[in-house]
């Protein structure tokens, strides 16, 4: 959705007026075009060069803009809103939900001008239509601008069916619509935070898997090129996958306990939210590895393992360092104490923390 100011022109009662017009570049020309076909028809002409020449515009916008779904044109006034329908950006991938390019088109300053509540709410509505188009996407991007034009359409009808305005309907279905605007808002807002968290954690699931099919790589061609892979090397290798996996299962338990536990700010964008799921997996197994450290130094008392189970045990502490921030900053805590010389007694570790939420 664009806004453009084109430079002044001469309208039809020979006022000059500039053109302010939101949706597709050519939006405005198409608009004009069919308002001067209607024009002609009511005169009782046949086809001319306005039916061809609307015909041309509409082949041309439907080209650039895609498919013209929903239009609701003006009869007083070269103005109109409209909504299209792009061509399927992911119709090749079976695993996520097929996504259109969905724009809302608004021209309608001619009709508005002696409506300012009503020009304010359509500028609303152009507003969050930015948004729920950047955020959503698939079925419940479709729904919410199909929403948002219902109410555009409502609102250009009311002009037209109003002959005689009273300010005191037009505030009052001023204030219906934008009751009806906060209930899109608040659609948009509870869809935009889930798609914000699967965005967010299919950022994590793709970290994860490429740290445990490293280590796992890595398990299988050292002992079989080398005998480089010796207790220590296969307990930094196990903790490196185990605390990546802890963060994931942190994310997931969090998503499942609640929104309320779980939070994320959507509208920083895809990509970021992605990127920023991305890190997370790298964190948890820098945790791992750093906790594994800890206890094979000797800087924490740890109940002590017979070799034969230190494989469990590394690898149950690597997760929990990753599952858990409080669980790992305790244990840090009292690394912490023990190197800067501390006497006091170190806290011992929390068998169950709960989760926090996500920092955004």
């Known amino acids: 959705m664009t806004v453009r100011a084109e430079p002044t022109k001469v309208g039809e009662n020979g006022v000059p007026h500039t053109v302010e017009q939101v949706g597709a570049a050519t939006f405005s020309d198409l608009v004009r075009a069919h308002f001067r076909r209607e024009k002609e028809r009511g005169n ?29 044109w003006s009869t007083r006034n070269a103005s109109a809103v409209a909504l299209t329908i792009g061509h399927p ?15 809302l088109h608004r021209v309608t300053d001619w009709v508005t001008k002696k409506s300012e509540p ?5 500028h609303e509505c152009d507003v969050l239509g930015i948004r729920v188009r950047e955020v ?15 109410v555009q359409e409502h609102s250009l009808g009311f002009i037209e069916r109003s002959d005689r305005r ?69 307990y930094l290798v196990l903790c490196t996958g185990a605390g990546a996996v802890g963060a994931l299962v942190s ?3 969090r998503m499942s306990g609640g929104d309320d536990r779980f939070s994320v700010d959507f509208e ?7 990127r920023l799921g991305l890190y997370k997996p790298f964190v948890g197994a820098v945790f791992g590895v750093a906790t594994y450290f800890l206890l094979a130094g000797g800087l924490l008392q740890a109940t002590e393992a017979t070799p034969s189970k230190r494989l469990y045990f590394y690898g149950i502490i690597a997760f929990l360092a990753g599952f858990s921030e409080r669980f790992t900053g305790v244990i840090f805590g009292n690394a912490e104490r023990l190197v800067a010389g501390d006497a006091s007694e170190p806290q011992p570790p929390p068998t169950q923390a709960p989760p926090e939420a996500e920092a955004n």
């Open 166 to 234: 009273d300010h005191h309907d037009e505030h009052r279905f001023v204030k219906a619509q934008r009751t009806e605007l906060a209930r899109i808002e608040k659609y948009y807002l509870r869809t935009g935070a889930k798609a914000g968290r699967i965005v967010y954690v299919s950022g994590m699931v793709a970290a994860a898997t490429a740290i445990v099919v490293a280590c796992s790589v890595i398990s299988i061609m050292l002992p079989a090129t080398s005998g480089l892979f010796r207790p220590p090397v296969e």
């Open 136 to 150: 959503l996407r698939g079925t419940s991007q479709r729904i919410a601008m199909q929403w948002l034009y219902s």
């Open 44 to 72: 009782g002409s046949g086809p001319s060069d306005a039916e061809q020449e609307f015909d041309a515009k509409l082949a041309r916008f439907e080209r650039e803009e895609g498919r013209l779904a929903a239009v609701y």
């Open 118 to 122: 009503i020009a304010e709410l359509l």
């Open 268 to 274: 920083v964008g895809r990509p970021l939210l992605r």
């Open 89 to 103: 950006r992911s119709s090749r991938n079976p695993i996520t939900d097929t996504d259109q390019d969905v724009r």
């Open 251 to 253: 994310v997931l338990s």
